[in-house]
């Protein structure tokens, strides 16, 4: 038998396998002395997703691509010369649109001679069999036309055989999969997974960023080893996580098509390799990345600081937070000082009068940009200026969305070996925690500024004598929320006096749930069981809290529930109504086994369920949009003989998958029985007499506020009281600052740009009256939020702005009042929301060369809790109140 034919027939055989599996397998390459003409088509729309689709922008460009063939070697790789021809560029005009939402006819872009030049010089790519090796052309060219020519670059990089792999492209870096039909090849990329050159940046808490939802497709057809045509089509939709009726779609369509048939073209040069034919050509081109370059857009009509300051005398700072036209106010500053020299914003700080100057604090804290920071580092004196303005800074600090290590060395500088007032001192510990777990969570611990903050508070906390600044620094551990200062809050928590206890216990809270180990639930667990020794009743209870609000076990469940029977009837009140509410919620941890657990009729009883005390424990929804849930909780814990030991009013916000605790106010008053002559309970130690109010912002731990401790410190409080709440907060954060550079794959950029403002104004009060037998708290909070949305399209030819703006004003009233004179105690609440406008609007902006026009449709109004849109301009208002009495 002759072996020939049969291995012949079996390499045949393998070889057909192998193609059916990869599919059609074929080399690309192009003709040497053929001149091949593409017609080339780009069509780009931005649009608002809430709107109709005319409004937006429209951009069409189309133009010849002639593509020959320079050199080749032995191993297939060829360098191709690419040149556009002929481009001619449209838009759709806003002015040309009917009132019936129709498009008008597209107006043609003039271009100049010299942009005609420049977009005609040729580029040149090494490539191979579909693979684009090497981009070759003028690194001085603008940045813009030079993108143009990578996004035409891009539609030649493919593959003519299945399989996923990553490709570089203008995009960036990405994986794509190719699927093969016939003669047709299909790409579909991972926009998702590109990597490319870091620019911009976003808001740590992803509630206030930016949902970005892309898709890619392109279409390849291949014919006798000839690319003839492909359709690329990619899709970006954008908005804020907060709100997606003002998202942002951008639609980019390229189309490349092989115009027949093909005509006699330039010869071969001769060369012994690449580079010594790219260095023989007239253009002599330099390697560039295939990866778009990044374009800043220079805003003509922004404001400038220095422009303010030369007409500062006649201009008026606003300064009431709860205004919405302060916080818009507050954004244009932002602006002004990200552009500022050094001497301009110290000018401005030190002209400023003193009633404005936290103000500007806070919008230079906000800018963090190296001149501001650097111009706050000269003009703030830890040892002189009042200690109000010190607090504005820290606070303006601790709450950044995206602080840098710069932010954090200004204020270790500050606090270092400096005599402060206790204020100063406590908010500053507090802001330091804060910023190292911002820093922390935007995977920057290993800066040495971070690792230098932690090690203060550490160091701080070891050598603390005094009871409460042990609780500023625990505090502050909580802000962190490092995993590896867990085991120094649980040593403080079992072994620490009760402040101590109850502030480990409340940073322990801080965690979310991949935290909490079975370690830390060990130690919860004694605490609430008080198996090394007696704690508060608040205290049990937060270690309760932790054990059912985190992945909780079956049995921890359980023994929980059967220890309410031997606890205190306000006690065991409160933690069943805990138990029962968390039946209710839906986001909470423990519902599936809650429901599991009562399924069991010998838990689920009038025993355990019957106990009649004063203590209440409930959460609902305020208000659930399609993309926010808000929701309110209040925890009431009394003692045996009627008075309130603690109240807890939460205010928080779910949003795709994300919880933030938006405000948290804390009232605490210990020691009142004693006044009235109730016994202690055996083991317990005698409190001392004391009302104190913490609060908690965004997620921020403030430092706490004492009202009064001692009796000699409550009467003078009674005696001088001024009747006025004392301020909690009271100022302006930027709430949201994110930045995003999307490369689109015909080489266009848009930038996403969300902004927005909060003014806040929150004040408490606890009055206490010994003769009347009244408790009464009150928290009063008003706000204004601004959101500026908006999406940049830069194109040589065209700039376009899409910009949707939202703003709010609100003002929510919680008091409670409880009197202990009657039996069984009669208690109040009330909870009043006022004056919530709502509005929100579309203004764009289209340029086109360095002519800008501003295009204002007819806005569109959301008002009242549901957030449901209106047209028209109508203001209208929402009030609501809720009384409960009990």
Same mark, same amino acid.
């Given at each position: ?54 409004? +937006? ?49 597209? !107006? ?8 005609? %030049? ?6 040149? @790519? ?10 070759? +052309? $003028?690194?001085?060219?603008? @940045?813009?036309?030079? $993108? ?56 740590? $808490? ?24 492909? /359709? ?60 778009? &370059? ?42 002004? &000082? ?77 606090? =270092? ?11 500053? !510990? ?73 502030? %480990? ?73 805990? !138990? ?12 599936? @086994? ?25 959460? +609902? ?57 109730? $016994? ?52 302006? &954060?930027? /709430? ?21 403002? /909060?003014?806040?104004?929150?004040? %408490? =009060? ?121």
């Amino acid at each position: 038998m002759n072996p020939q034919p049969f291995w012949g027939s079996f390499c045949l055989l393998c070889f057909s396998l192998l193609r059916a599996a990869k599919g059609n397998l074929q080399l690309l390459s192009f003709q040497p002395r053929t001149l091949y003409q593409y017609r080339y088509t780009l069509d780009v729309q931005l649009h608002h997703t809430s709107t109709p689709w005319p409004w +937006g922008a429209w951009l069409q460009a189309e133009t010849l691509i002639h593509l020959h063939r320079l050199w080749r070697d032995q191993g297939g790789e060829e360098l191709l010369q690419v040149q556009i021809r002929d481009l001619k560029a449209k838009h759709q005009p806003e002015e040309e649109r009917s009132q019936d939402s129709t498009r008008g006819a597209p !107006v043609e872009i003039a271009l100049s001679p010299e942009a005609q %030049a420049e977009l005609q010089q040729p580029v040149f @790519i090494s490539w191979n069999s579909g693979k684009v090796k090497a981009f070759y +052309g $003028n690194e001085a060219e603008n @940045i813009l036309v030079s $993108n143009l020519k990578r996004g035409i670059i891009s539609l030649f990089q493919l593959q003519p055989h299945a399989g996923t792999t990553v490709e570089e492209d203008a995009s960036g870096s990405c994986q794509v999969t190719y699927t093969m039909s016939n003669h047709s090849i299909t790409k579909v990329k991972d926009l998702l997974s590109c990597s490319k050159t870091k620019s911009g940046f976003t808001s740590i $808490n992803k509630i206030f960023g930016v949902e970005w939802q892309p898709s890619s497709r392109s279409q390849y057809v291949v014919k006798d080893n000839l690319l003839q045509s492909v /359709l690329a089509e990619e899709s970006h939709t954008v908005a804020p996580a907060l709100r997606s009726r003002s998202g942002i779609k951008i639609t980019s369509r390229q189309q490349l098509q092989l115009v027949s048939p093909a005509m006699p073209g330039p010869a071969e040069v001769s060369g012994q390799s690449l580079k010594d034919v790219l260095a023989g050509t007239e253009a002599r081109p330099q390697p560039l990345r295939m990866t778009s &370059l990044p374009f800043r857009r220079v805003c003509t009509h922004c404001p400038s600081l220095r422009a303010f300051l030369k007409a500062f005398d006649r201009q008026r700072v606003k300064t009431d937070t709860s205004k919405v036209a302060t916080a818009w106010q507050f954004q244009r500053f932002i602006q002004m &000082l990200r552009g500022a020299k050094k001497r301009d914003v110290l000018q401005l700080l030190r002209r400023a009068p003193e009633e404005t100057r936290p103000f500007l604090v806070e919008a230079a804290v906000a800018a963090q940009s190296v001149a501001s920071l650097a111009a706050l580092s000269d003009f703030l004196d830890f040892n002189k200026e009042p200690k109000s303005l010190l607090e504005k800074f820290l606070y303006a600090a601790a709450f950044s969305p995206q602080p840098s290590g710069e932010l954090l060395h200004l204020i270790l500088d500050k606090l =270092d070996g400096k005599q402060l007032a206790p204020e100063i001192w406590e908010t500053g !510990v507090i802001a330091v925690g804060s910023l190292v777990g911002k820093l922390c969570q935007q995977k920057l611990c290993g800066l040495q500024v971070v690792e230098r903050g932690v090690e203060t508070i550490l160091r701080g906390l070891r050598g603390a004598k005094e009871e409460p600044e042990v609780v500023i620094y625990l505090l502050s551990l909580g802000n962190a929320m490092l995993p590896e200062t867990i085991p120094t809050l649980l040593e403080h928590a079992e072994d620490g006096p009760t402040a101590v206890t109850a502030a %480990a216990t409340s940073a322990l809270q801080r965690f979310p749930a991949p935290h909490i180990s079975s370690k830390v639930k060990r130690a919860m667990r004694r605490i609430f069981h008080q198996k090394r020794k007696s704690y508060d009743k608040t205290c049990r209870l937060a270690a309760a809290e932790i054990l059912l609000d985190n992945h909780p076990l079956p049995m921890d469940a359980i023994n929980i529930l059967l220890a309410t029977s031997e606890m205190e009837t306000e006690m065991a009140t409160f933690l069943l109504l805990k !138990v029962q509410d968390s039946l209710r919620g839906h986001h909470h941890m423990a519902k599936k @086994i809650m429901k599991d657990i009562m399924g069991d009729p010998r838990i689920n009883n009038y025993n355990f369920f019957s106990k009649v005390g004063t203590s209440s424990s409930f959460s +609902g929804p305020l208000t659930v949009t399609q993309d926010l849930t808000s929701t309110f909780g209040l925890d009431l814990l009394f003692l045996e003989g009627g008075f309130l030991r603690k109240s807890v009013s939460d205010f928080s916000l779910f949003s795709h998958g994300q919880r933030l605790r938006a405000a948290q106010v804390t009232f605490e008053a210990q020691g009142m029985e004693l006044m009235l002559g109730e $016994n202690l309970l055996e083991g317990e130690e005698e409190p001392e007499l004391m009302a104190g109010m913490s609060a908690t912002f965004f997620d921020v731990q403030l430092r706490p506020i004492i009202f009064f401790q001692g009796y000699t410190d409550l009467m003078a409080k009674v005696l001088l009281s001024s009747g006025e709440p004392t301020s909690v907060v009271r100022g302006n &954060l930027l /709430l949201m600052d994110h930045h995003q550079v999307i490369p689109l794959q015909s080489g266009l950029q848009v930038t996403i740009k969300l902004q927005g403002g /909060l003014g806040l104004d929150i004040s %408490a =009060d606890m009055d206490v009256s010994i003769w009347e037998q009244e408790l009464k708290t009150s928290v009063i909070a008003r706000g204004s939020l601004a959101m500026d949305f908006q999406a940049e399209l830069d194109s040589p030819f065209l700039q376009a702005t899409l910009r949707s703006q939202t703003e709010v004003e609100t003002s929510i009233h919680f008091d409670t009042k409880l009197r202990f004179s009657s039996s069984p105690v009669l208690m109040c609440l009330q909870l009043r929301e006022e004056q919530v406008p709502y509005r929100s609007g579309f203004p764009p902006e289209l340029q086109i060369s360095s002519d800008l026009q501003r295009l204002q449709p007819d806005p569109m109004e959301i008002s009242g809790s549901n957030l449901s849109g209106s047209p028209g301009m109508s203001h209208k208002r929402h009030t609501r109140s809720r009384d409960l009495q009990v």
